[in-house]
């Protein structure tokens, strides 16, 4: 382990029995638990995910990545984790990044870290579409400009949490499905929380991201305009 403190990996799955169990396995050296939060899959992640020892939350039915994570988040805070980091049951996330993510909030210099595949490699040649690259340099730049974070990668997944922040979320407010991303950055900044950055490698060649731009594009835009009109003074809004 890398810390005295209690690091979970939170493993949000959804029809990943070929890769989920790389992934359960590649954690396991950093963290003291993993928590795979299989999301009403119809193939076998369930049974694959706790061959490789993780402990399984399983979904009656499909509520989308980010009330996955959420629930990972919060089963984890129960059962004692200080850290929550997040990778994707698709394998597409370096476990040996773990150290670097959570690094911050070791030290106390962040409450939120976010992965970012942008400033040390150059994602296109790890398999990153093109299309995909500039749809999500345009996303980064629309958080800096709402939330006033410094986010190079706003929709990267990579992202650890400390349990005092999952504990100050209101999670009734937060998207559930692939604009949590930039649904959770909109609330931490909201809340005035500290969010840093931490570089992680990209990985496209082995899976194909279930993420379509067509549709997470409008959605993230939605939650950045929902923002927008919250500091302009409304605060009734049921989502961001």
């Known amino acids: 382990m890398i810390s005295r403190r209690k690091i979970f990996a939170v493993v949000p799955a959804y029809n990943e029995e070929k890769n989920v169990g790389k992934v359960v396995r590649g954690c396991k050296s950093y963290v003291d638990k993993v928590i795979v939060v299989d999301d009403a899959s119809s193939d076998k992640t369930y049974g694959v995910a706790k061959r490789f020892g993780a402990e399984v939350l399983r979904h009656k039915t499909n509520q989308g990545v980010g009330a996955s994570i959420r629930n990972g988040f919060i089963r984890a805070v129960k059962e004692?984790?200080?850290?929550?980091v997040v990778l994707a049951g698709d394998n597409q996330m370096d476990p040996k990044d773990i150290p670097r993510v959570v690094k911050p909030l070791l030290d106390n210099k962040a409450d939120f870290v976010k992965g970012t595949r942008f400033r040390k490699y150059k994602t296109t040649k790890y398999g990153m579409p093109v299309y995909r690259y500039f749809g999500t340099i345009f996303l980064s730049?629309?958080?800096?400009?709402?939330?006033?974070?410094?986010?190079?990668?706003s929709n990267c997944g990579y992202v650890a949490i400390n349990k005092q922040t999952v504990k100050g979320l209101n999670w009734k407010l937060i998207h559930q499905r692939y604009a949590f991303e930039n649904s959770i950055l909109a609330n931490l900044s909201i809340l005035k929380k500290r969010v840093v950055e931490a570089d992680v490698k990209p990985i496209y060649k082995e899976?194909?991201?279930?993420?379509?731009m067509r549709?997470?594009?409008?959605?993230a835009i939605g939650v950045f305009f929902r923002l927008?009109?919250?500091?302009l003074g409304y605060k009734k809004l049921k989502r961001i």
């Open 215 to 219: 549709t997470f594009i409008p959605s």
């Open 207 to 212: 899976a194909i991201s279930k993420m379509k």
């Open 80 to 84: 004692g984790a200080d850290i929550m």
């Open 228 to 231: 927008f009109i919250y500091k």
């Open 141 to 153: 730049l629309l958080t800096r400009i709402l939330t006033g974070y410094e986010i190079s990668d």
